[in-house]
């Protein structure tokens, strides 16, 4: 949930496909119209498509997202990195958050905002 109210939906697997869903794919669903747009972002540096992420919105309403895995099964690569998407730009923009790694490759954990702060916990 944004802080203008917007709800974010990224990134997972497009099943009908057979394949991920691009981080430049951003769909916004607007309660109070009850409407869903295609958000504008810049293709020039994105995270590789995964599910099993963690994603947070922080206060500013940028997005937070680290780990996930490139497999469904759990064989395939699990990721140790971490982004932010800056919803305030137009376009949108990824960035690569270096220190997110070391929290090490996990995925199927979860992420809470609590005031300015990201918990990340659990995983595999």
Avoid at 15 to 27: L, R, Y
Avoid at 41 to 57: E, I, K, Q, T
Avoid at 67 to 73: I, L, P, Y
């Amino acid at each position: 949930l944004l802080p203008d109210g917007r709800i974010i939906v990224l990134g997972g697997w497009h099943q009908s496909q057979g394949s991920f869903v691009s981080f430049s794919q951003v769909w916004l669903f607007d309660p109070s119209s009850n409407s869903w747009s295609m958000a504008n972002v810049d293709s020039s540096n994105l995270p590789d498509g995964r599910l099993g992420f963690c994603a947070a919105a922080l206060p500013d309403g940028r997005v937070i997202i680290q780990g996930g895995g490139n497999s469904g099964s759990g064989f395939g690569d699990t990721f140790s990195d971490g982004w932010i998407l800056d919803t305030n730009q137009s376009p949108m923009k990824w960035e690569a958050v270096q220190p997110l790694s070391a929290l090490g490759a996990r995925r199927d954990h979860f992420c809470v905002t609590i005031g300015s702060d990201v918990l990340i916990g659990f995983g595999m």
